[in-house]
């Protein structure tokens, strides 16, 4: 499984990534991408742009953790976690997960995993910047139980090929 | 011992970064918070509500009730908000 | 809800799709993308070529269909899908689905949904060239039991933003 | 009353398409597909299994007690594999 994680205060490109993991592979019959966008809004209230804080070191370690946790539970045939850090502006993109494996079920469950994890265990801090000044985005409950959903025995179900 | 700070718990204590060196008796992560926490203001708000705040012994997440021992650098931040 | 669905016989670009659906945007917090890719294998046998035949019109009508019940039980910004027809050689492309939201769990939901049921609803019928000469994909029972799986009463959760 | 057939469908039978005019008692999908078995060889073959084939009436998929009455286009297929 080839697995690229990268941290970076540059925007990225989503074709670009699907690309450089599918190139030359017939092997790979699913890729699921996911792409975490800047909204003009946090919590109903309008923001001129987010900056993300993070951990160096840590952050880059635990994303490596959780996609070998997602290896060992899907069989994966690639995977790719960009996460950008600093100042963002509404309609840019912050994180990207692509996950590529022979069928869709692994893909689509791995990439929805990592996310999750990525929400609640990478070390990162968002803060906005609105009319009120700039303010720590308060961490959901939401994300919380969403996370825990993946704390159940892995499946590793061949359903849904 | 390095400790390191992040998000609003940076920003209340007032710097990113600091070398401390406990008393012996301070032996878990807790203990090193409610150790922090006399040491002024900024220490008391950032940790006004211990439950809340994480940490991470050598970069990797831990609870309270881990030791400190042999730690190299231990972190305190918020709850994450990544992604 | 902008819904954007094409068939065609030529290639399509994941990322090019991203940013039409996406370009000026800045209510969209969450884009997921599926892309189905020709194997060089089914069911364990090498392929040549895969060949798409589709019923014309009903294709695009089944599709049409599942994006209306897809936005009805998430809330959604924008849903493209690409389904090619034609000869297909292994690493090509075959199927795209985009689906936009401003929260994760709608976009990685109704991009599953559509992608259940487009393998088993959407009137396309997939013929592979093997060794043993040309022959007609079956349909799999797994792929049936993950579209059943939507027939419970739409959940519309909040969790999971 | 206009007939498609496609997919292994379309090759057993030997065609892609037919205008017919089944007799008035054919009022259902099952009946048709009933008659149609009698028409020869490629088509008993394309049938052979009645419960595996799909129909749709104008473009809509129907079950085998669908009524065919004031059907514009009915299409008979395997199970699809799309996607």
Not at chain 1, 26 to 53: H, K, N, Q, Y
Not at chain 2, 2 to 30: C, D, H, M, N, Q
């Amino acid at each position: 499984m080839i697995a690229t994680i990268r941290l970076q205060a540059e925007a990225f490109d989503v074709g670009a990534e699907v690309e450089k993991l599918t190139r030359g592979r017939t092997d790979i019959g699913a890729v699921v991408t996911f792409t975490g966008i800047c909204r003009a809004d946090e919590a109903g209230e309008p923001i001129a742009a987010l900056t993300l804080e993070h951990y160096p070191g840590m952050a880059e370690a635990e994303i490596a953790r959780h996609v070998e946790e997602a290896n060992a539970r899907w069989p994966l045939l690639g995977v790719t976690v960009i996460h950008r850090h600093g100042r963002i502006a509404p309609g840019e993109n912050i994180v990207l997960v692509v996950t590529a494996s022979s069928h869709r079920e692994a893909a689509f469950a791995a990439a929805a995993f990592l996310m999750d994890y990525l929400k609640t265990r990478a070390p990162f801090w968002k803060q906005v910047e609105q009319a009120s000044g700039r303010i720590w985005v308060e961490a959901k409950a939401t994300d919380d139980a969403a996370a825990e959903r993946w704390s159940a025995p892995p499946p590793r179900r061949d359903a849904a090929k | 011992m390095k400790l390191l700070y992040f998000a609003w718990v940076r920003e209340r204590i007032g710097k990113a970064e600091e070398e401390v060196e406990p008393p012996s008796a301070i032996a878990t992560v807790g203990d090193l918070v409610a150790w922090l926490t006399k040491r002024g203001e900024g220490y008391a708000y950032a940790f006004e509500n211990p439950k809340i705040i994480r940490a991470a012994i050598d970069k990797n997440h831990v609870r309270a009730d881990a030791r400190i021992a042999g730690a190299g650098e231990i972190a305190f931040f918020p709850p994450m908000t990544g992604g």
